[in-house]
């Protein structure tokens, strides 16, 4: 069964960058869509970007062309590049398989804790 560790939330004031990492262990990544999800207080978690294992990513209106979700299979890691991040950007932010997402059988980490304030 796979586990993924979420890292590089932190502090950030806004308009400033952040990249998270995703990194898995137990199963390789390399035929799994896979999404950085995130939740915001008292918020329903929500999905920011994806990626196919084609390397085909979608984007969330609200972060498209601020951020940038790549992997490397090799590594068994996913990443969310994020520029010009708002206060609205706050959350944490998870990383897990979209198909396990949809399906309702997904199991969630810690996630990392990204906060945007000045």
């Known amino acids: 069964q796979v586990q993924l560790v979420e890292s590089g939330g932190g502090l950030v004031q806004p308009g400033g960058s952040l990249r998270l990492s995703c990194a898995a262990s137990?199963?390789?990544?390399?035929?799994?869509?896979m999404g950085w999800y995130r939740q915001a207080p008292g918020k329903q978690r929500e999905l920011a970007a994806s990626?196919?294992?084609?390397?085909?990513?979608t984007y969330a209106d609200s972060v498209k062309g601020r951020f940038t979700i790549s992997r490397d299979n090799a590594k068994m890691t996913v990443y969310l590049q994020m520029n010009s991040l708002k206060p609205e950007d706050t959350a944490v932010y998870y990383c897990?398989?979209?198909?396990?997402?949809?399906?309702?059988?997904?199991?969630w980490g810690q996630g990392t804790q990204v906060t945007v304030s000045s």
């Open positions: 897990n398989r979209v198909i396990l997402v949809q399906r309702g059988v997904a199991s």
């Open positions: 990626i196919s294992s084609g390397g085909t990513a």
């Open positions: 137990g199963s390789p990544l390399s035929g799994s869509t």
